[in-house]
């Protein structure tokens, strides 16, 4: 059976930068045999977590009508996640992070309740693609951390980033080529 990697992506721009990088690790993935999908949170319905706590009786988030239960059921079910984000003040996407912050059932799930998120598989993968305009060294070094306490609360194996600075830079195109590829590569070792 085909394994299967979806890809989240966190900007409001559907073809822009981090989108595109996205799609290349799709890409990837799929040029190994896997089965792809393409999540755009922007598009989606997501409320924000609203620290209720009820989650941390069940291990289940007590807001229903949105669009977060579907992603709930998929971050069950596949064998890698590709997070995409634009970088914006230092830290990933509002969208990006207001689906992150609802997986705070996970977290007590593996953290309070001592279970596996992924029962009975192999450990699912996560990888991180972004972009940013700014050539600053830092840039990356907040949503880091963001992206990697995601895939340890959802159970996943951090399987590296992809990430491309400086996309104001009107000599971008040698770059951008370059990240396009390692974004391909990194799709391809998910699976």
Not at 64 to 80: E, P, T
Not at 102 to 123: A, L, N, P, S, T
Not at 143 to 155: E, G, R, S, T, Y
Not at 180 to 189: D, W, Y
Request: hydrophobic share 40%.
């Amino acid at each position: 059976m085909a394994k299967k990697v979806l890809g989240m992506l966190g900007s409001p721009r559907r073809d822009g930068n981090s989108a595109q990088l996205l799609d290349a690790a799709l890409e990837g993935a799929r040029s190994a045999g896997a089965d792809t999908e393409r999540l755009d949170l922007a598009a989606m319905d997501l409320n924000p977590c609203l620290e209720c706590r009820a989650c941390d009786a069940a291990a289940k988030c007590s807001q229903h009508g949105d669009d977060m239960g579907g992603i709930y059921s998929k971050i069950r079910q596949v064998d890698a996640i590709v997070l995409s984000s634009p970088i914006f003040f230092m830290g990933v996407t509002a969208q990006t992070k207001a689906m992150i912050d609802r997986c705070q059932c996970f977290w007590v799930e593996k953290y309070v309740m001592g279970r596996r998120v992924y029962d009975g598989r192999d450990r699912p993968k996560g990888l991180f693609v972004s972009c940013a305009g700014s050539s600053k060294p830092t840039i990356f070094e907040p949503a880091l951390h963001v992206a990697k306490a995601f895939f340890a609360a959802i159970d996943y194996q951090y399987a590296g980033e992809v990430l491309l600075g400086h996309t104001d830079d009107p000599g971008l195109g040698p770059r951008k080529k370059v990240a396009l590829e390692q974004a391909f590569e990194a799709g391809k070792r998910l699976v």
